[in-house]
């Protein structure tokens, strides 16, 4: 099937006549995946058909095509999709939205949601995270969850791991806690604690209310511990579970922040 021939007429007007709805009703079947010709899938309007079988999901409907949102694991070093992609920046800076395709969707996904490729435009991101971190991050086409990242976050719960050099014991942590303490510092709500402790390296969790890019490397400065990796693993509810660096996954139905 080639889409660039001039023969036939746009797939988006055949659907027009088959389901007798609008031009804007028919893209939206189509790009929702529910359109077939000869038995594949396509989800370009524009796509050229003449005497080939067009055909429908069972499930066809517009009700159907909800907004979704994208969790993805940012590698270190990458940015955090805030910023656009921008072209003739040399070298250019790997940004987290080049990993927002198809070729990068996690194989552990249990979403079973159908990857489509209406899914990869007009998505937001709200949720800052530094460069030299790594971990998640959040894509979203859905008004109602973009609102609430930015609406809530000063009250969102991050967690974060960090692996400092040495063994830490919990007594190493009182510089931290007393600065956490000191109303003069004015710092956010932090909750620190050892997770693991192994003479070579130490394993830090830090669940800090809203995002503070810079504020786990504060906290270790006043410790002198020295920051090995750095990675958020939960945002509200959301955990980053199983999900391998620089891949993502869908929010899952009922899954909320």
Same mark, same amino acid.
């Given at each position: 099937?080639?889409?660039?021939?001039?023969?036939?007429? *746009?797939?988006?007007?055949?659907?027009?006549?088959?389901?007798?709805?609008? &031009? *804007?009703?028919?893209?939206?079947?189509?790009?929702?995946?529910?359109?077939?010709?000869?038995?594949?899938?396509?989800?370009?309007?524009?796509?050229? =058909?003449? #005497?080939? #079988?067009?055909?429908?999901?069972?499930?066809?409907?517009?009700?159907?095509?909800?907004?979704?949102?994208?969790?993805?694991?940012?590698?270190?070093?990458?940015?955090?999709?805030?910023?656009?992609?921008?072209?003739?920046?040399?070298?250019? !800076?790997?940004?987290? *939205?080049?990993?927002?395709?198809?070729?990068?969707?996690?194989?552990?996904?249990?979403?079973?949601? @159908?990857?489509?490729? @209406?899914?990869?435009?007009?998505?937001?991101?709200?949720? /800052?995270?530094?460069?030299?971190?790594?971990? $998640? =991050?959040?894509?979203?086409?859905?008004?109602?969850?973009?609102?609430?990242?930015?609406?809530?976050?000063?009250?969102?719960?991050?967690?974060?791991?960090?692996?400092?050099?040495?063994?830490?014991?919990? +007594?190493?942590?009182?510089?931290?806690? *007393?600065? $956490?303490?000191? +109303?003069? $510092?004015?710092? !956010?709500?932090?909750?620190?604690?050892?997770?693991?402790?192994?003479?070579?390296?130490?394993?830090? @969790?830090?669940?800090?209310?809203?995002?503070?890019?810079?504020?786990?490397? %504060?906290?270790?400065?006043?410790?002198?511990?020295?920051?090995?990796?750095? &990675?958020?693993?939960? $945002?509200?509810?959301?955990?980053?579970?199983?999900?391998?660096?620089? #891949?993502? @996954? %869908?929010?899952? /139905?009922?899954?909320?922040?």
């Amino acid at each position: 099937m080639n889409p660039h021939t001039s023969e036939g007429e *746009r797939l988006s007007k055949r659907v027009m006549q088959l389901r007798g709805c609008s &031009r *804007r009703e028919a893209e939206q079947y189509i790009e929702g995946g529910f359109v077939s010709v000869d038995g594949v899938v396509v989800e370009e309007p524009q796509f050229r =058909v003449s #005497t080939q #079988t067009v055909t429908f999901d069972g499930n066809a409907s517009v009700m159907n095509l909800t907004a979704i949102s994208l969790i993805v694991n940012k590698p270190v070093g990458w940015l955090d999709g805030l910023q656009e992609i921008k072209a003739g920046r040399k070298p250019a !800076p790997k940004n987290v *939205r080049s990993l927002l395709d198809a070729a990068h969707h996690s194989p552990h996904d249990a979403s079973g949601v @159908r990857p489509l490729k @209406r899914h990869f435009n007009a998505l937001e991101a709200s949720v /800052p995270l530094e460069t030299g971190a790594s971990g $998640l =991050v959040v894509f979203t086409q859905d008004f109602r969850t973009q609102r609430k990242l930015v609406e809530d976050m000063a009250f969102m719960e991050h967690e974060l791991v960090v692996d400092v050099r040495g063994e830490v014991f919990p +007594d190493d942590l009182r510089p931290i806690e *007393r600065a $956490l303490k000191d +109303d003069r $510092l004015r710092l !956010p709500f932090a909750k620190v604690s050892v997770g693991s402790a192994t003479p070579e390296r130490s394993k830090l @969790r830090m669940a800090i209310k809203g995002a503070h890019p810079g504020l786990a490397a %504060y906290l270790c400065e006043l410790a002198k511990f020295e920051i090995l990796a750095l &990675r958020r693993i939960r $945002l509200g509810r959301v955990s980053l579970s199983d999900l391998d660096e620089g #891949t993502w @996954r %869908y929010l899952a /139905p009922g899954e909320k922040f």
